[in-house]
């Protein structure tokens, strides 16, 4: 498959007009061909209507077409070979085996999806029959499902080339619930994200789709981002990165007319919480686990461990000097481009320039362009508790270690600290009366809550959640990663005294779907 450079509007591959756009290798600085043309105003429009006017006949397409469709696209990201896998490589530094692993959980995604899409019982049917006869009042005949909301935009993740992009869970989710989705390339992936895209757009004509339930767009700066969450058939928003700039598309939505959702994964810092006998137990195995995690993908998940608190005393100065040489040992590795790397070394610097902060350890500063050194610092919780800045992620390889005077200072850290994607606990039998206390507080704060693990690597499955309070994202009830997902994409619709011929298929006395579905409050599948 060749890249041309082109957007993908529907059926056609069009050359942007608004300047031009190169992908840069991170590691070398080179940049990547061919070059991509910027779309306009008039290109967003193009693909926005073209996705209207597939929203009806797509959302009327059989759950298996569209899971036959979800699968179609799977085999075509594999079906592209070495030469996406070579170009994601290029195009991120990331190493052969991080990218051929995040391709397997992209085909894994939509092969999820597609099997939700199939059993549908994302639907949520309910049917609550009439009642002619009863007394004060009669009962309509009242049925519910859910429809997909319309056009969704989705916005390509820097961190995530493929599985958090152009077919990666927020499309797979949208196409799962019957929404055309309107993707923009990520400027630093631009060639992975053609490859892709032709990839998803050869799937909607093989599967007889109207041309409208995908398109891909480019452009440099804010503009075509804009003008997409702004478009009036865009109905939700997907999207990865700075709480800057979701928070940005967060306010542009809700300023619009009719005002749309938007998802917005923002920032975490993923506090771990060492409870007493958890350190007395392993202080050096936890030690070597954190910093394993924090220096994975050059700390640049969204769920790295971002501070760390225990207990001052022997077994937490165990556990630092563990960290120390742990850390000493990481040699630096390529940042995903140049202004990840730049905006980790500023963050970095501040916590240095911190007179109540201290390093404790860095990594190997040897490396090529755009390297993340491994840094560890460490403050006391007194600071931490009268520093707001140190609640700010510092996005890459770098953790904050917080010495607390008492386990009351753990507990008031897990008071203090703001929404997060993940919280973990550490803890051995005797420290269960303590994580009793901490538990209620960190499921106010954070979507998952670990025990003796570490958050990063998130498990696509059923029972999933990435999301939680701001400002990790814009709305705590639901999650970018996992089954649960498509509830982003959905909203239900009641249908009162329908004839039967004009009911949908998952609410009609046949069921001929199969559905498991609420009837009469009770919930049966005959």
Same mark, same amino acid.
């Given at each position: 498959?060749?890249?041309?450079?082109?957007?993908?509007?529907?059926?056609?591959?069009?050359?942007?007009?608004?300047?031009?756009?190169?992908? %840069?290798?991170?590691?070398?600085?080179?940049? *990547?061909?061919?070059?991509?043309?910027?779309?306009?105003?008039?290109?967003?429009?193009?693909?926005?209507?073209?996705?209207?006017?597939?929203?009806?006949?797509? @959302?009327?397409?059989?759950?298996?077409?569209?899971?036959?469709?979800?699968?179609?696209?799977? #085999?075509?990201?594999?079906?592209?070979?070495?030469?996406?896998?070579? @170009?994601?490589?290029?195009?991120?530094?990331?190493?052969?085996?991080?990218?051929?692993?995040?391709?397997? @959980?992209?085909?894994?995604?939509?092969?999820?999806?597609?099997?939700?899409?199939?059993?549908?019982?994302?639907? /949520?049917?309910?049917?609550?029959?009439?009642?002619?006869?009863?007394?004060?009042? +009669?009962?309509?005949?009242?049925?519910?499902?859910?429809? =997909?909301?319309?056009?969704?935009?989705?916005?390509?993740?820097?961190?995530?080339?493929?599985?958090?992009?152009?077919? =990666?869970?927020?499309?797979?989710?949208?196409?799962?619930?019957?929404?055309?989705?309107?993707?923009?390339?990520?400027?630093?992936?631009?060639?992975?994200?053609?490859?892709?895209?032709?990839?998803?757009?050869?799937?909607?004509?093989?599967?007889?789709?109207?041309?409208?339930?995908?398109?891909?767009?480019?452009?440099?700066?804010?503009?075509?981002?804009?003008?997409?969450?702004?478009?009036?058939?865009?109905? &939700?928003?997907?999207?990865?990165?700075?709480?800057?700039?979701?928070?940005?598309?967060? &306010?542009?939505?809700?300023?619009?007319?009719?005002?749309?959702? %938007?998802?917005?994964?923002?920032?975490?810092?993923?506090?771990?919480?060492? *409870? +007493?006998?958890?350190?007395?137990?392993?202080?050096?195995?936890?030690? #070597?686990?954190?910093?394993?995690?924090?220096?994975?993908?050059? =700390?640049?998940?969204?769920?790295?461990?971002? $501070?760390?608190?225990? %207990?001052?005393?022997? !077994?937490?100065?165990?556990?630092?000097?563990?960290?120390?040489?742990?850390?000493?040992?990481?040699?630096?590795?390529?940042?995903?481009?140049?202004? $990840?790397?730049?905006?980790?070394? /500023?963050?970095? &610097?501040?916590?240095?320039? !911190?007179?109540?902060?201290?390093?404790?350890?860095?990594?190997?500063?040897?490396?090529?362009?755009?390297?993340? #050194?491994?840094?560890?610092?460490?403050?006391?919780?007194?600071?931490?508790?009268?520093?707001?800045?140190?609640?700010?992620? %510092?996005?890459?390889?770098?953790?904050?270690?917080?010495?607390?005077?008492?386990?009351?200072?753990?507990? &008031?850290?897990?008071?203090? $600290? /703001?929404?997060?994607?993940?919280?973990?606990?550490?803890?051995?039998?005797?420290?269960?009366?303590?994580? @009793?206390?901490?538990?209620?507080?960190?499921?106010?704060?954070?979507?998952?809550?670990?025990? /003796?693990?570490? +958050?990063?690597?998130?498990?696509?499955?059923?029972?999933?959640?990435?999301?939680?309070?701001?400002?990790?994202?814009?709305?705590?009830?639901?999650?970018?990663?996992?089954?649960?997902?498509?509830?982003?994409?959905?909203?239900?619709?009641?249908?009162?005294?329908? +004839?039967?011929?004009?009911?949908?298929?998952?609410?009609?006395?046949?069921?001929?779907?199969?559905?498991?579905?609420?009837?009469?409050?009770? *919930?049966?599948?005959?």
């Amino acid at each position: 498959m060749k890249l041309t450079g082109e957007m993908l509007i529907g059926g056609r591959a069009v050359r942007g007009t608004e300047g031009t756009l190169h992908a %840069v290798n991170p590691a070398t600085g080179a940049e *990547l061909e061919p070059a991509f043309g910027g779309g306009t105003a008039q290109d967003v429009d193009a693909a926005c209507s073209l996705a209207e006017a597939a929203f009806n006949p797509y @959302r009327a397409v059989s759950l298996e077409k569209r899971a036959q469709f979800l699968e179609t696209i799977a #085999q075509g990201i594999l079906d592209v070979g070495d030469a996406l896998v070579e @170009r994601v490589m290029a195009e991120s530094g990331l190493p052969r085996g991080r990218v051929e692993g995040e391709r397997g @959980r992209t085909v894994g995604q939509l092969r999820l999806f597609a099997s939700l899409a199939r059993e549908g019982r994302w639907l /949520n049917a309910v049917v609550d029959r009439a009642m002619p006869e009863r007394k004060p009042m +009669p009962r309509a005949d009242l049925r519910l499902q859910k429809i =997909g909301v319309g056009p969704v935009a989705v916005f390509g993740a820097s961190n995530f080339p493929l599985a958090f992009s152009v077919a =990666g869970g927020d499309t797979a989710a949208a196409l799962a619930a019957g929404c055309p989705v309107v993707a923009k390339s990520h400027s630093s992936h631009l060639g992975t994200s053609e490859l892709v895209g032709r990839v998803v757009q050869q799937a909607v004509a093989e599967c007889g789709l109207p041309e409208g339930v995908f398109s891909l767009l480019v452009g440099s700066g804010a503009s075509v981002g804009e003008e997409l969450v702004k478009h009036p058939a865009i109905q &939700a928003v997907g999207f990865t990165g700075s709480r800057k700039v979701g928070r940005h598309l967060v &306010a542009l939505a809700a300023a619009r007319e009719v005002p749309i959702p %938007v998802y917005a994964e923002m920032s975490s810092i993923n506090p771990v919480f060492l *409870l +007493p006998g958890a350190l007395a137990e392993r202080a050096e195995k936890i030690a #070597q686990g954190l910093v394993d995690s924090v220096t994975l993908g050059t =700390g640049q998940f969204c769920t790295k461990p971002g $501070i760390v608190m225990g %207990v001052a005393g022997a !077994d937490f100065d165990r556990f630092r000097a563990t960290v120390q040489a742990s850390v000493e040992a990481k040699a630096s590795t390529t940042m995903l481009n140049s202004g $990840i790397h730049r905006a980790y070394c /500023n963050g970095a &610097a501040e916590w240095g320039k !911190d007179s109540g902060v201290r390093a404790v350890s860095s990594g190997s500063a040897q490396g090529g362009a755009n390297a993340g #050194q491994p840094m560890v610092f460490t403050t006391t919780a007194q600071h931490f508790l009268a520093t707001p800045a140190l609640l700010e992620e %510092v996005f890459g390889p770098a953790a904050m270690l917080i010495e607390c005077g008492s386990t009351g200072e753990l507990v &008031a850290i897990a008071k203090y $600290i /703001n929404g997060q994607l993940t919280a973990t606990l550490h803890l051995a039998e005797s420290d269960t009366e303590l994580a @009793r206390t901490l538990v209620p507080l960190l499921e106010r704060k954070a979507g998952r809550v670990l025990v /003796n693990g570490f +958050p990063t690597g998130v498990e696509v499955a059923y029972a999933m959640v990435h999301g939680g309070p701001s400002p990790a994202t814009s709305d705590s009830r639901a999650t970018s990663v996992g089954a649960m997902s498509i509830e982003r994409f959905l909203r239900p619709v009641c249908y009162q005294d329908f +004839p039967a011929e004009l009911l949908p298929e998952a609410l009609q006395d046949a069921n001929p779907l199969h559905l498991w579905r609420l009837v009469e409050g009770k *919930l049966q599948q005959a």
